[in-house]
């Protein structure tokens, strides 16, 4: 093979945006490379501590469209039938139940690593080349894409920056990512409990952050995330005995005693967002454009759906072949993403201002409306079907008909 190859899209990334990005667009027949970074040990040696996911309809529509979702699901998913809110009383602020016209669970909880290793076999199939090696620059010029790596040269029509809130891509568009610091870390781990989850989701609101339990498959299994001041996080991330008595103590009256947890790890929490999805022939996805609050599990939701949105703007190749054409579709993706991700940024740093405040008329208006909510079943539904990702702006190829 030579030192330099041509492709229609590069997809600059490893994580699963970057993954499904590659596979739909493989799938409307471009020819699609990946550039990660050497990927192989880490899948091989085994030894990666399990994350999970809260997947939304709306992406596993998406998994659905790339003949994955029997896979992706397999291992240990979970299934979220109902959720439960709570503040700092002994019974919950606010309950999402089952209901008999609502037989779809509200969401899944799946494994990163699984939905990686499923994606990479995918996209191999629909003939991705997946190019692991060192990326040294990035050129989105007009006229076309360069892409410098260690091993090669890439020239592409589209590079899509699937590369993290580090991004080099954004970085060599001269966009930044301006967030704010919300003075919290996530502190993750799969902990066993000594009652059964029952297969509903929990969040409890503490003053120092919330603290959140997914369904795994186990009915003793949960998947946890605790976000907390990053003086908690550090001492929590120690684990052991001190770590399950600490989630019992949030959690116990609802799930018993914290029998045992595996090595929680922790991750640093912003929010924010670029001015600008695209720069000459390049454009982000996923965390490379905003990154926000883990506590309604939207973050990679909102990542496919970009993702989704960029393949309908981009619809087929020839869109391509001039820099007009492809600029309008570009601004369609922008504009769309934009507002859809600003709305998301406010409802994930709104809750959480408003469930962690101690302002007494913060907490009372909270009581109240809370209250309200929870007598809503019209509105209960509203919140429902909006969080699946289903309704409203969203792509044609994740649209409830
Ligand atoms: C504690 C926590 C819990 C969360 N829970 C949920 C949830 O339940 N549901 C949900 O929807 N979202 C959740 N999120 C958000 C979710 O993790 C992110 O939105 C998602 O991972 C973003 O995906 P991404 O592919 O854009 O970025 P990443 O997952 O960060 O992937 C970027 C990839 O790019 C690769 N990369 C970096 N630099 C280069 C380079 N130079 N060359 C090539 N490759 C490169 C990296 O190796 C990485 O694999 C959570 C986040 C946190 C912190």
């Given amino acids: 093979m030579g030192n330099e190859r041509t492709y229609d899209v590069c997809v600059v990334g490893s994580g699963i945006t970057a993954l499904v990005a590659a596979g739909i667009f493989a799938q409307k027949n471009f020819s699609v490379c990946v550039v990660a970074p050497p990927l192989r040990e880490e899948i091989e040696s085994g030894d990666i501590p399990p994350r999970h996911y809260s997947i939304s309809a709306s992406s596993r529509r998406i998994f659905e469209l790339l003949q994955v979702w029997e896979e992706v699901n397999g291992v240990d998913g979970g299934l979220v039938r109902g959720i439960e809110v709570w503040g700092s009383a002994s019974r919950p602020l606010i309950e999402f139940l089952p209901t008999i016209d609502r037989l779809s669970p509200l969401a899944w909880i799946l494994e990163r690593q699984n939905i990686v290793s499923v994606l990479l ?35 592409a029509s589209l590079i899509v920056g699937a590369d993290g809130r580090n991004s080099k891509v954004r970085q060599s568009m001269g966009v930044s990512l301006v967030t704010k610091t919300i003075g919290q870390e996530a502190v993750v781990a ?46 929590l991330t120690e684990g052991g005995p001190f770590f399950n008595e600490a989630v019992t103590s949030v959690f116990g009256h609802k799930y018993g005693e914290v029998i045992d947890s595996r090595a929680p790890m922790s991750f640093g929490i912003e929010s924010g967002g670029v001015s600008s999805f695209f720069s000459g022939r390049g454009v982000l996805v996923g965390e490379s454009a905003h990154v926000m609050h883990p506590l309604a599990g939207q973050g990679l939701n909102t990542a496919l759906l970009d993702v989704a949105s960029l393949a309908e703007c981009i619809d087929n190749k020839d869109v391509l072949l001039t820099y007009s054409s492809l600029r309008r579709r570009l601004r369609r993706y922008e504009r769309w993403r ?7 940024l406010s409802v994930t740093d709104g809750l959480n201002s408003l469930f962690c405040s101690e302002k007494i008329f913060v907490s009372l208006f909270r009581k109240l409306g809370a209250r309200s909510l929870n007598y809503s079943p019209f509105v209960k ?21």
């Avoid at 934009?338 to 998301?344: G, H, I, S, Y």
Wanted: hydrophobic share 40%; glycine share 6%.
């Fill in 190 to 235: 799969v902990v066993k409990t000594e009652k059964s989850h029952q297969n509903f989701a929990c969040q409890r609101f503490l003053q120092t952050g919330p603290i959140a339990f997914l369904p795994l498959s186990d009915p003793h299994l949960s998947s946890i995330v605790w976000s907390c001041e990053p003086s908690e996080a550090q001492r």
């Fill in 338 to 344: 934009k507002a859809e991700v600003l709305k998301m």
């Fill in 381 to 401: 539904d509203f919140l429902i079907s909006h969080a699946a990702g289903v309704y409203g702006d969203v792509p044609e190829m994740v649209r409830q008909k």
């Fill in 121 to 155: 076999v995918a996209i191999r199939g629909l003939g991705v080349d997946i190019i692991e090696s060192e990326l040294i620059s990035v050129a989105c010029a007009e006229d076309t894409g360069l892409v410098h790596l260690e091993s090669c040269e890439l020239r």
